[in-house]
């Protein structure tokens, strides 16, 4: 795959989780990019990324985080599918009408952008998605994202025409609004 592999993380590999998510909140889109702030996120124990890596690892159910690697090692790029369930409601506090995957933490660092990092990221979050069952993948973008929402157009989602405000509890980012893109199973 053009000098990169894409595959799931392992638990053991929460420092390379916690470096790349660190990088990605300080990339320059990073403020309608991600509900997270790098000081909120840098000032989270180890416990908190030992956590998350574990649950997004190869034996994890409701969540899965892929990287793509390129040869040494070196992490270029990460996405992760959560799994929503019909029934339920969304972070948002909205409820899901259909089992779903939503596709939260994208990145790829600058010098890999614009190849196959991204399509593969993708490629192999919804695979897994369709693997474990679920009807459709989304994503949200913010409006002015217009770099996100050129990549993921690229990569099968459209606009499903919804609207998500951005609900209390995510502090600077409470009472902004993102795009839903989707892509159907099928």
Same mark, same amino acid.
């Given at each position: 795959?053009?000098?990169? !592999? ?8 929460? $420092? =390379? ?7 990605? =909140? ?9 509900l997270?702030?790098? #000081? +909120? ?7 908190? *990324? ?9 034996a ?11 040869a040494?090692?070196? *992490? !270029? ?11 339920? !409601?969304?972070w ?5 009408? $259909? ?5 939260v933490?994208?990145y790829v660092?600058?010098e *890999?952008? @614009?190849?196959?990092?991204?399509? @593969? =990221?993708? #490629? ?11 009807? $459709?993948?989304?994503?949200l ?5 217009l $770099? ?8 099968g989602?459209?606009?499903?025409? !919804?609207? &998500? ?6 502090? +600077?980012?409470?009472?902004e &609004?993102?795009?839903e893109f989707?892509r159907?199973?099928?």
């Amino acid at each position: 795959m053009n000098g990169f !592999v894409v595959r799931g993380i392992r638990a053991d590999e929460w $420092r =390379l989780a916690k470096a790349l998510r660190l990088e990605a =909140l300080k990339d320059s889109a990073a403020d309608i990019a991600f509900l997270e702030t790098y #000081e +909120d996120a840098v000032a989270r124990p180890d416990s908190f *990324w030992q956590e998350r890596a574990l649950g997004a690892g190869e034996a994890a159910g409701g969540v899965r985080q892929f990287v793509a690697e390129a040869a040494g090692g070196e *992490w !270029v790029g990460s996405v992760t599918v959560l799994v929503e369930e019909a029934g339920s !409601v969304d972070w948002a506090g909205l409820p899901v009408e $259909r089992r779903q995957g939503h596709v939260v933490g994208v990145y790829v660092r600058p010098e *890999w952008r @614009g190849g196959e990092v991204t399509p @593969g =990221l993708f #490629e192999a979050g919804v695979e897994w998605a369709w693997e474990v069952g679920l009807e $459709r993948v989304r994503l949200l973008v913010h409006p002015e994202n217009l $770099r996100a929402q050129g990549a993921y157009r690229k990569v099968g989602f459209v606009p499903s025409g !919804v609207s &998500v405000p951005v609900g209390e509890g995510f502090g +600077d980012f409470s009472g902004e &609004v993102e795009i839903e893109f989707v892509r159907e199973r099928g």
